[in-house]
C-alpha cells in the first residue's frame, strides 16, 4: 500500500469516482433521487416569486387604494387569501419533495455503504498471510468502520446537500442575474476573485483530512493489538504503558484534526465573508433602484429572498466541499483494500483432484520458500518429502526449522519460490483452493474458538452437518463430557476467543471440529499441547482411531506423542537432516536421540518450544 504522505497528495474528490460501480446497481433510485432534489429545489426558488406577487399584488395593491367600499376590500382579502394559498402550496410541494429527497438519499447512503462495507469485507478475508503481514488489523477494521461511515455521511447526506444547494444557488444567481444583470455582472466578478484563494485553501484541507484519518488508523491499530492480547499486557503490569501509548497516538489524531478543522474553519469564513460582502453590493445596488423608482418593493423583496439563498447555498458548499474531500481520501483507503491483489490465486482452469478413501498421497519436490517478510531467510532449502496415502508422519526439530511452513504450503496460504507441491499427484497451485482446503484438515496449536456456542463452533468444520454428526465429533475429541457441564450445555455462548474454556478445552474444540469435517489429510501442529496429562491420553486415543484411514503430519515438540508414527522427519534450518521411525533414529544416535534422552531422563531442551513453533509463520 502506498505511505500516508503519498495518499494525501493523491486524494481528491475524484478518488470519489471509485464508488461508480457501487452506485451503478441503484441508477433508477439515484434518477428518482435527483428528480425530487431538483423539484425541492425548485419549488425553493419559487418562493420569492410567490412573495413577490404577495407584496406586489396583494400589500401593494391594498395600499396604494386606501380604504375603499366594503366590496373593494372583500375583493383585496380573497386576493391576499390567493396569495397566502399559493405560499402555503409551495411550502406543502416542498416538504413533500424534501421528505421524498431524504428517504431516497438515505437509502441510498446506507444501501450503497453496506454494499461497499461487504464488499472490501469480502476481498480482504480472501487474502493470502502475506497480506496480513504488512497490514495491520487495527487499520484494516478502521477502514472498515470509520472510512465507510464518511462514505455513508457523502452518499446519503452531503452530497444531497451539495447537489441541492448547487442547483438552488444557480437558480437563485440565474434569476438574481435576469432582474438585476449589470449588478450581477459586478457580483460575479467579484465572486470569481473568491474561487483562487478557496482552491488553495481546499487542497491544504484535503491533505490534512487525509492525514487525520490515517492517524485515526493508527489508534485502531493500537487498540486492536492490545485487545487481543489483553492477559499479556496484564500479566506483565504494562496497561500504564499501553494507555500512555494509545494516548500519545489519539492526541497525535487530535492535533491533525485539529490542524484540519482549523484550516477548514478560515477556508468557510474566507469563503461566507467573501461572497456575502459581493451580495450585498448588490443588495445595496436594489435598494438604490427601488428609491430610483426603476423596481417595485416586490421586486426587491424578491431579490432579497435569492440573495438569502445564493448566500446559504455558497455556506453550505463550502461545508459539504470539506466532507467531499475527507470522504474522497476515506473512498481512496477503501480502493487501495479492493485493488490489493493476493499472490494466491485460483489458476484459470483449475484441475480436479482424484477421489481418494485411504488418505492423500502428499510430496513436496525440491521446495525454496522465503517468507515475504523475510525474503534473506530460506524457511524452506531444496526441501523434498513425499507420504504415501494413509501414511502418520511427524515432523519434530527446533524452533524455526520449518514445521510449520510444510503446512503452510500444502494449504497453500504461500506459492513457493522453487519446487512443487504435490497433493494426490496434482501441484496445489493447478486446482481450485476451496477443492485443495476442504481436503485438508488442520488442528492449529493455538486454537481458535469463534463468539458462538459450541454447538456452532463444531459445526464450523461443516456447515450441513446435523446436530447428531455435531454431538458425535464431540464425543470422540472427548469434548462433550465439558460442554454438557457448561449452563447451557451445547447451546452455551462460549465467549470472544473461547474466554470461558480453559486451553485444554478450547483444544478438544478444535480437534472435534477438525474429526467433524472428515478431510483425507490431517495436519496436526501441536494438537495436544494445551491439554493435561489425562485429557492428553484420551485425545491421542482419539486422534489415533481418527489417523486409520487417512494421512497424517503432525507437528510435535513433546517426542513421546509421536513415538507411534510410521515415520518421524527431523529438521533443522529449512532442512531434513534425518529419518526414519524412533528405534532406527535412536539408534542413529542423532539430532533426535539427543533431543529424545533431554526430554525422556532430563529437562526439557526448551522450556517455550511449544509455543515458539508459531513464530514461523
Do not use: C
Not at 493447478?430 to 474458538?449: M, W
Not at 493435561?532 to 491420553?537: I, L, T
Amino acid at each position: 500500500m502506498t505511505t500516508a504522505s503519498e495518499r494525501a497528495k493523491a486524494a481528491t474528490p475524484r478518488s470519489l469516482s471509485g464508488l461508480l460501480p457501487f452506485l451503478r446497481p441503484y441508477r433508477w433510485r439515484i434518477v428518482a433521487a435527483i428528480v425530487f432534489l431538483v423539484a425541492a429545489s425548485l419549488t425553493t426558488l419559487a418562493f420569492p416569486v410567490a412573495l413577490r406577487k404577495l407584496i406586489d399584488g396583494g400589500l401593494g395593491a391594498s395600499s396604494a387604494a386606501g380604504a375603499g367600499s366594503a366590496a373593494a376590500n372583500g375583493e383585496r382579502v380573497m386576493a391576499l387569501r390567493d396569495h397566502f394559498l399559493a405560499l402555503f402550496g409551495v411550502g406543502v410541494a416542498l416538504g413533500v419533495f424534501s421528505a421524498l429527497r431524504f428517504y431516497s438519499v438515505t437509502w441510498l447512503g446506507e444501501r450503497i455503504t453496506a454494499d461497499l462495507r461487504s464488499a472490501v469485507y469480502r476481498h480482504v478475508v480472501r487474502q493470502s498471510p502475506a497480506f496480513f503481514e504488512t497490514n495491520a488489523t487495527g487499520e484494516v477494521l478502521s477502514r472498515l468502520t470509520t472510512d465507510t461511515t464518511l462514505v455513508q455521511q457523502v452518499v446519503g447526506s452531503s452530497l444531497s446537500m451539495g447537489l441541492r444547494n448547487g442547483v438552488m444557488g444557480v437558480g437563485a444567481m440565474v434569476m438574481l442575474i435576469v432582474t438585476n444583470p449589470y449588478v450581477m455582472t459586478q457580483v460575479l466578478g467579484i465572486l470569481i476573485l473568491v474561487v483562487a484563494p478557496t482552491m488553495v485553501f481546499g487542497r491544504r484541507v484535503r491533505k490534512l483530512s487525509r492525514a487525520s484519518q490515517d492517524r485515526v488508523a493508527d489508534s485502531s491499530a493500537i487498540a486492536a493489538e492490545v485487545l487481543n492480547a489483553i492477559p499479556v499486557v496484564q500479566s506483565y503490569t504494562q496497561e500504564a504503558r499501553e494507555a500512555a501509548r494509545f494516548e500519545v497516538s489519539t492526541e497525535n489524531a487530535f492535533d491533525t484534526a485539529k490542524r484540519r478543522t482549523r484550516m477548514r474553519s478560515f477556508l468557510v469564513a474566507f469563503i461566507i465573508s467573501a461572497t456575502f460582502g459581493a451580495l450585498l453590493w448588490g443588495l445595496y445596488q436594489g435598494t438604490q433602484a427601488v428609491l430610483g423608482g426603476k423596481i417595485t418593493a416586490g421586486h426587491l423583496g424578491e431579490t432579497v429572498v435569492y440573495v438569502m439563498l445564493l448566500v446559504s447555498s455558497v455556506a453550505v458548499l463550502s461545508e459539504v466541499y470539506g466532507d467531499l474531500l475527507r470522504a474522497a481520501g476515506a473512498t481512496e483507503r477503501l480502493m487501495e483494500l479492493l485493488a490489493a491483489v493476493s499472490p494466491v490465486t485460483d489458476p484459470a482452469s483449475p484441475k480436479p483432484l482424484p477421489p481418494t478413501r485411504a488418505g492423500s498421497a502428499v510430496e513436496l519436490s525440491h521446495v525454496q520458500f522465503h517468507y515475504p517478510s523475510r525474503p534473506l531467510h530460506a524457511a524452506l532449502s531444496d526441501y523434498t518429502l513425499r507420504v504415501r496415502p494413509g501414511e502418520t508422519v511427524a515432523l519434530v526439530g527446533p524452533s524455526g526449522a520449518g514445521k510449520s511452513t510444510v503446512f503452510q504450503l500444502l494449504l497453500r496460504f504461500y506459492d513457493t519460490g522453487a519446487g512443487a507441491v504435490m497433493v494426490d499427484g496434482v501441484d496445489v497451485r493447478a486446482t481450485a483452493l476451496h477443492e485443495l482446503r476442504s481436503r485438508i484438515g488442520i488442528v492449529p496449536q493455538d486454537s481458535t474458538v469463534f463468539s458462538a456456542n459450541a454447538l456452532e463452533n463444531i459445526r464450523y468444520g461443516r456447515p450441513d452437518a446435523s446436530d447428531d454428526e455435531v454431538k458425535a465429533a464431540a464425543r470422540a475429541a472427548f469434548a462433550e463430557e465439558f460442554i454438557l457441564r457448561l449452563p447451557e450445555g451445547y447451546e452455551t455462548f462460549l465467549g470472544e476467543r473461547g474466554v470461558r474454556l480453559s486451553g485444554g478445552q478450547r483444544q478438544r474444540i478444535a480437534i472435534a471440529r477438525a474429526m467433524l469435517k472428515n478431510p483425507p489429510l490431517l495436519l496436526l501442529d501441536e494438537a495436544t499441547s494445551a491439554l493435561d496429562a489425562e485429557s492428553e491420553r484420551m485425545v491421542q486415543a482419539a486422534l489415533e482411531a481418527a489417523m486409520a484411514d487417512r494421512t497424517t503430519l503432525v507437528i510435535a515438540h513433546r517426542l513421546a506423542t509421536v513415538q507411534k508414527a510410521d515415520r518421524i522427519i527431523v529438521m533443522e534450518q529449512g532442512r531434513i537432516i534425518e529419518e526414519g521411525n524412533h528405534q532406527e533414529l535412536m539408534q542413529r544416535d542423532g539430532l533426535y536421540a539427543k533431543l529424545a534422552r533431554m526430554q525422556f531422563h532430563t529437562a526439557p531442551l526448551d522450556p517455550f518450544a511449544e509455543t515458539a513453533e508459531s513464530q514461523e509463520a
